[in-house]
């Protein structure tokens, strides 16, 4: 059999004003999970619409398309386009859950919540030549035993985080703007691999980093520790994505940076208590966001912080507050979103009923635009809120004001060029993507994640491709002393050029300070960008605010991408 899966791209990355980084972030997990209960002798085919180009004059046997909200309509265009020809079109994913009806009028088949049991019975059923038009998983959910991920039809080459990894599905937790109790309904709403085999499939991936995108890799803390333990040694670097209790409770964020956590992304959302006790988001009310942030800091472990404006006691002055507190706690790299009411959870089912809603183009709902008639602001002061917000938060003062907000000078350093090398390099990243050489910074990622050492000392293993060493970056041979004072007199030639004195205070410590590796990109995670990307046809879906929405047959989180987390997905411009 000749099947063929797609990824479609969202609408506006087929826009000339798209970033094309936050697309080239991670492969889709989803649909190479569900290949991988594919026969032998069957004949795959994997694309990425976002990545590379999508021919469609081609006729296979089966068509599999992971739909999330803001490419529905691509999707159902591309099924339509496969259905006239006669091709078995099947469809899942986070929308298709939420409106299956309509997804049913694009489809043969569709598939509603996760994948892992009903998209190997579809096999069978198409192969005698009975396949059903709906297919629900409800209970007997599990992922211990699925076949190891399809990484064999990955184009690593592609993506800056080929080593993306799903060990989980969905969340404990039963936040109102969440897809996720709607895409687990009838069954279970989170479950984990068996330690043994997420270890192996570790094992699997080449280099040292790693992206969980785990909607909540601390939620099962039996499993996570195990997993963190059987990490210790093995030299990985990896981020993920967890709730602001997680990391507060007992051991387990300093187990997770033994293993060699150094990034996470923190769903903060919002200060109000009122917010949060009307979202259902419990697990941060009266939590200290502050301890979070330094206890984080302390470890060495960079933020991504999630936060969510347009919620009913949100004002004018929401924004200003918000990009403040996070620019004084040290917040690494930001992702901000605007509410958004995705169908199929409670936010929407709450806003409808109050006549709310303004707009059902799902092209609009990627947590960027507004979509609904928010309590206290109009729809033009929340965008514009919104915008002034992520114009702030990497304004290059604010990035300096946050990385002041660090002890340590190496740490301050580290951050300044993490978050800078997100938000202020684009036209290098749109060349390094272009010209198909994500790989040569995968290197560079390891090397801005690598752990703070000791005065001198020198992270083991750090070796940069031959282009960044004749950049002037660090290569064999140049020691932490050496590049800590490159970086501290870049730093202060920075500060001359910008006027601000602020910047040169950074490289203040000496020119040993930054030894922590080759510290002049960094990445954030995504999720909450529409970009993180899991397992069959749905992990879960964090929504707006949670790791980017992984859902299987479901590509970047409809948020942002992911998310983020992976979402995990990834919303906003995170």
């Known amino acids: 059999m000749k099947v063929k899966m797609i990824l479609p791209a969202l609408t506006e990355a087929k826009s000339p004003f798209w970033r094309p980084i936050k697309y080239s ?8 999970t569900l290949a991988a209960f ?5 004949e795959v085919e994997l694309i990425d619409d976002h990545v590379e180009p999508l021919r469609t004059d081609d006729a296979p046997d089966l068509v599999v398309i992971q739909v999330y909200i803001t490419n529905a309509y ?4 591309l099924a339509d386009l496969y259905r006239a020809r006669g091709v078995h079109v ?7 859950t939420s409106l299956p009806d309509e997804a049913a009028a694009h489809a043969d088949t569709i598939f509603i919540g996760p994948g892992e049991q009903t998209f190997p019975q579809f096999l069978s059923d198409l192969r005698a030549g009975q396949p059903r038009a709906r297919y629900s998983s409800t209970g007997g959910r599990t992922i211990h035993g699925i076949p190891p991920v399809r990484r064999d039809l990955i184009k690593r080459n592609r993506y800056l985080v080929p080593n993306s990894i799903v060990v989980t599905r969905g969340c404990p937790q039963h936040c109102d703007f969440c897809y996720k109790d709607a895409f687990f309904a009838g069954g279970r ?10 270890l192996a499939e570790i094992e699997r991936l ?11 890799l601390l939620g099962d803390r039996r499993f996570a520790a195990a997993l963190f333990d059987g990490m210790r040694g093995m030299g990985r670097l990896f981020q993920g994505a967890a709730t602001v209790d997680s990391v507060l409770r007992g051991d387990l964020i300093e187990r997770a940076a033994e293993a060699g956590l150094r990034s996470l992304f923190v769903g903060f959302e919002t200060f109000s208590p009122n917010n949060l006790a009307a979202s259902n988001k419990k697990q941060n009310l009266a939590r200290d966001y502050a301890e979070v942030t330094r206890r984080l800091s302390d470890l060495g472990v960079m933020i991504n912080g999630s936060f969510v404006f347009g919620m009913d006691d949100d004002d004018e002055h929401v924004f200003d507050r918000t990009v403040d507190w996070a620019v004084r706690h040290g917040v690494t790299t930001a992702t901000f979103h605007i509410q958004t009411p995705y169908p199929g959870t409670r936010l929407y089912q709450q806003l409808a009923s109050e006549g709310r809603i303004t707009s059902h183009d799902w092209d609009r709902y990627d ?9 206290k602001l109009t729809p033009a002061q929340l965008k514009s809120g919104y915008d002034r917000a992520y114009r702030d938060f990497y304004s290059w003062s604010n990035i300096a004001r946050g990385a002041l907000s660090h002890d340590a000078a190496k740490h301050r350093t580290k951050h300044f060029f993490y978050s800078a090398g997100w938000k202020k390099f684009e036209p290098l990243w749109d060349l390094v993507i272009k010209s198909r050489r994500l790989a040569m910074m995968t290197p560079m990622l390891e090397a801005v994640l690598s752990k703070v050492t000791e005065r001198g000392a020198r992270p083991p293993n750090l070796q940069l491709p031959r282009d960044a060493r004749a950049g002037g970056q660090a290569g064999e041979g140049q020691d932490a002393r050496t590049l800590g004072g490159h970086a501290d007199r870049q730093l202060a030639i920075l500060a001359e050029r910008r006027g601000h004195q602020d910047l040169a205070l950074l490289g203040a410590g000496g020119e040993a300070d930054l030894g922590g590796g080759a510290d002049l990109f960094g990445d954030q995670q995504q999720r909450g960008d529409r970009d993180a990307r899991a397992p069959a046809l749905g992990g879960a879906g964090a929504g707006v605010g949670g790791q980017a929405a992984v859902d299987g047959l479901a590509g970047p989180a409809d ?12 919303a906003g411009e995170g």
């Open 25 to 32: 972030l991670f492969p889709p997990l989803g649909l190479a």
């Open 38 to 42: 594919l026969d032998p002798d069957d």
């Open 74 to 77: 691509r999707a159902y265009a």
């Open 90 to 96: 099947a469809l899942g994913g986070l929308h298709v």
């Open 189 to 198: 709403s989170f479950y984990a691999q068996r330690v043994d085999e997420a």
């Open 206 to 216: 080449p280099g040292r980093h790693l992206y969980f995108l785990d909607d909540h």
């Open 367 to 375: 947590t960027r635009h507004v979509v609904f008639e928010p309590r």
């Open 559 to 570: 948020r942002d991408p992911v998310e983020l987390q992976l979402h995990h997905h990834v």
